[in-house]
């Protein structure tokens, strides 16, 4: 059974409340497992969401401020602890290498683990991985930044009560699905008569970030978006200046990108009561709203309906 969701580890920016560890956030795409901006803490946090350093595939980066970073020493000398037989890939801000080289040699420690490092050397980088496109964006912060987005293409979802009535069963519908159609008693069957197209999902992790074009391209028709919301609307100067984003912009960003599902978090240790997060956002978006909490989890919402070929 494929599994889609997202794990969160650590919702608090800059420094860490009685109640919110750092960032760190995990989401689990079928076989491809992926921690996002581990900051202090993440080893203890994977822990008690029975997340395993074995179970991750790769590791995303945003940029390089200690409360997205500050747990890579910890997770990269984990995966050598646990032995994990597999490569993670690791993808940071290019201009960061430095940081990352340090982090990741923080202390000594024998290393086993093997990384694929890759960093980000441009806006719009794309990487393969498994069950979609991994693209990257530049996002407007006061050091270089990238979101992420996580796109699997449309796939194509044939019909077997139509494919039955052409009579077309066996190797011919393999051939039907390669080439787009097949002749049948002298009749041309296309794809799109006998199948429905079965849509891709998207997901999408904007972290610190002034608004920017950026924001909405990573956000465009996301079913799941994890955002920053580090302020809210009686802020919104202080998070221009700081490069963050408000509640209200969050959730206006979703609403215009039609996302499905808008998770907020990355909240400033100013607020102690996050219910004024949803009551800002919900005025500006009426899909599904999750206000992060450390150590829950938020399943990426179900496939939306196919439609007709
Ligand atoms: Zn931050």
Known sequence: MSMREL???????????????HNGYVLRWDDEVILFDPGEGTQRQLLHTGVTATD???ICVTHFHGDHCLGLPGTIQRLSLDRVPHRVAVHFPAGGAEYFARLRHATSFHETAELAVEPIEADGQRITVRGGTLEARRLRHSIETYGYRLVE????????ERLSAYGIAG???????RVGHLDVDGRRVTRDEVSVTRPGQRFAFVMDTALCDAVYA??????LLVIESTFLESETALAAEAGHLTAAQAARVASESGVRKLVLTHFSQRYSDLRRF????????????????????VPVPPRRVASAG
């Open 171 to 177: 190797p011919a519908v393999g051939e039907l699905l």
């Open 153 to 160: 293409p449309d796939g194509c979802r044939m019909l077997p």
């Open 218 to 223: 990573l956000a465009e028709h996301a079913d």
């Open 56 to 58: 991750l595939t790769r």
């Open 7 to 21: 794990v969160v580890l650590g919702t608090a920016s800059q420094a860490p409340t009685r109640q919110r560890n």
């Open 278 to 297: 949803a009551d800002e956002a919900r005025q500006h978006f009426a899909g599904d709203l999750v206000i992060a909490e450390d150590l829950t989890t």
